[in-house]
């Protein structure tokens, strides 16, 4: 029995949802850095296995604002929303979840039952995935603890558990795409966003270092 299903993914900006498809699909499908709504277009990454198809589609993070490109960028995401047959929720267990954890857990309360959660960066300094947890019982009750993963991309644990959960709840079906692809993104595009990674980047450490130079010399 074949499955296959569009994942979409959610969550605010620099949770470690590009981290987690470029994980999961084994290549370089996302760009990834530390400034926040570095994804900027629905991209998709291709997983394909003896179980099946799972097609993840890495979205812009959700962030309140009122600005013209942040507006764009929650219509990008939610397209995905509601394309996708299943939706993969991604939390950075560090942070504290605050009104823009809300406002995702709102966009997500119609889809409690096609949604799976990942508690991501467990590893990381100051992890609470209780926290997180409690979040998710007040604002999302009707996600059970079975659709509920504490994850590592840094130490890749706990993907294997949150993979089998998906395969599982996608419905049978054929696979979308060739065995082989890991995206269906065309190759100009993919040195465009690479391109794009290393300006963002390179951008970041000059301002960091110009701002240490400035405060030697004050």
């Known amino acids: ?17 590009s981290t987690l ?3 999961v699909c084994g ?3 996302a ?3 530390s400034v926040p709504q570095t994804t900027r277009n629905a991209i998709r990454g291709i997983l394909t296995r003896p179980e099946g198809q799972l097609v ?9 604002s009122e600005k013209k490109l942040n507006k764009k960028l929650m219509d990008v995401a939610d397209r995905a929303l509601n394309d996708s047959e299943l939706v993969l929720y991604v939390l950075y267990a560090a942070r504290a979840p605050g009104p823009e954890e809300e406002e995702v857990a ?7 039952d096609i949604t799976v959660v ?3 960066k467990t590893d990381a300094i100051g992890a609470d995935p209780k926290r997180a947890i409690s979040f998710l019982e007040e604002f999302l009750p009707d996600i059970p603890a079975s659709r509920r ?7 890749k644990e706990g993907i294997e558990a949150l993979l089998t959960c998906l395969f599982e709840m996608a419905a049978e079906g054929e696979a979308l795409y060739p065995e082989e692809y890991y995206t269906d993104q065309d190759m100009p595009f993919r040195i465009s966003e690479i391109i794009r990674e290393k300006a963002i980047v390179r951008l970041k450490e000059e301002l960091n270092a110009q701002t240490w130079n400035f405060a030697l010399i004050r």
Do not use: W
């Open 1 to 17: 029995m074949s499955k296959a299903a569009f994942v979409a993914l959610s969550g605010r900006p620099s949770v470690g949802k």
């Open 21 to 23: 498809v470029n994980l």
């Open 27 to 29: 290549a370089k499908v």
């Open 31 to 33: 760009i990834v850095s």
């Open 56 to 64: 993840f589609v890495d979205t812009p993070g959700r962030h309140v």
């Open 106 to 112: 709102r966009r997500l309360a119609s889809l409690q």
């Open 118 to 120: 990942a508690i991501n």
């Open 149 to 155: 993963f504490e994850i590592s991309c840094y130490k």
